[in-house]
C-alpha cells in the first residue's frame, strides 16, 4: 500500500478520477507506470519511462493490484534476483516505511557519511536507528544539526507537505540539493527567495524506472535494502486505509491475499 492512494480519498480531480478501476499500485516487482517502451516515444526513448502516458499506470486508471489476482504486461515485470554521493551527510524527513528503505540506501548502498532522520514519532525514531541512520530528532532537526556541526548536503522529504518541505529547505545546505518524495499534499509552497539565496537544486520524483527497479531488486537479494513492512490481509482493506489515514501505520503495509 502506499499513501499516495489516500489522495483519491481527499481530491476528486486526480489522475483517472473519473474513471472505475481496481486500486492498488504496488506490487512486487512490478512497475506501476505501464510504459510503452517504444523508442519513438518521447519518454521512454529518453529514458524517462517513469513518465510516460501511453498507457494508464496500473492502479491509476486501469486494474490495479488490491486483488487477489492483477494481469500486467510482461514488460513492466523484473524477476527479483539520486544526486546522493559518498561522503555526503543526507537528512531523511519521514521515517516510515519509505523513509526507512531512504535510510538503508543511503548508507549500505550510497555510502553516506551520515544519515540524519526526522520524524513526528518516537517509535520511528527507533526504528529509523535500527534501519542505519546515525542521527535521530523529532521536528527541531535543525538544533540537531547546529549541536552535532552537522552539514546537510542533501534533504529527502519523504512526507510532501508544506510543513515537511519547509523544514527540508530551511536544513539543507547552500547550493545543496533538496529531493521530494512523498506526496501527501498535492502542492506545496516554494518559497522563491529563501531557495534562491541557497542557490538549491529542488527535485521531484515520479515512481521510478525499470532499471532502477533492477537494481533497487538487487539490493535487497544482496542483503544491502531490508524492506519494513507489516502484513495484513487483502480482506482488510478498508480498515487499513482508516489507518493510513489515522496515521496508525508505522512500516510499509503490504496486502496479501488469502488464496
Known amino acids: ?16 478520477s473519473h474513471l472505475s ?31 510516460c502516458v501511453a498507457n494508464w499506470p496500473i492502479g491509476f486508471g486501469v486494474d490495479g493490484f488490491y486483488a487477489p489476482y492483477c494481469a500486467v504486461r510482461a514488460e513492466v515485470v523484473v524477476p ?13 524527513i519521514g521515517a ?3 523513509g526507512l528503505n531512504g535510510i538503508q540506501i543511503a548508507k549500505n548502498v550510497l555510502g553516506v557519511k551520515y544519515v540524519v532522520a526526522c520524524d513526528i514519532r518516537d517509535g ?51 547550493k545543496g540539493t533538496l529531493q521530494v518524495i512523498g506526496f501527501t499534499s498535492p502542492t506545496v509552497d516554494l518559497p522563491l527567495i529563501p531557495a534562491a539565496d541557497k542557490d538549491l537544486t529542488v527535485r521531484f520524483s515520479m515512481w521510478g524506472k525499470l532499471d532502477e527497479l533492477r537494481e533497487v531488486l538487487g539490493h535487497i ?26 496515521g496508525r501505520i508505522k512500516r510499509r503495509m503490504v496486502l496479501i491475499p488469502e488464496h
Open 21 to 51: 478501476f481496481t486500486m492498488g499500485h504496488e506490487y512486487v516487482a512490478a512497475l506501476a507506470r505501464n510504459a510503452c517502451f517504444q523508442p519513438t516515444c518521447i519518454y521512454c526513448g529518453v529514458d524517462a519511462d517513469n513518465l
Open 80 to 92: 527479483a534476483v539520486a544526486n546522493i554521493q559518498p561522503g555526503q551527510t543526507v537528512l531523511i
Open 221 to 246: 537479494v544482496a542483503g544491502k535494502i531490508t524492506p519494513q513492512v507489516e502484513t495484513r490481509v487483502l480482506a482488510t482493506t478498508v480498515e487499513t486505509f482508516e489507518d493510513f489515514m489515522g
Open 124 to 174: 520511528s525514531l527507533v526504528d529509523a536507528r535500527a534501519a542505519g541512520a546515525d542521527f535521530t530528532a523529532l521536528p527541531g532537526a535543525p538544533a540537531l544539526l547546529a549541536d552535532k556541526k552537522l552539514v546537510v548536503d542533501v534533504a529527502c522529504d519523504f512526507v510532501g507537505t508544506n510543513d515537511t518541505f519547509n523544514a527540508a529547505l530551511k536544513a539543507v545546505r547552500p
Open 96 to 98: 516510515g516505511g519509505l
Open 1 to 16: 500500500m502506499c499513501h499516495s492512494d489516500l489522495l483519491y480519498f481527499k481530491y476528486d480531480n486526480l489522475m483517472a
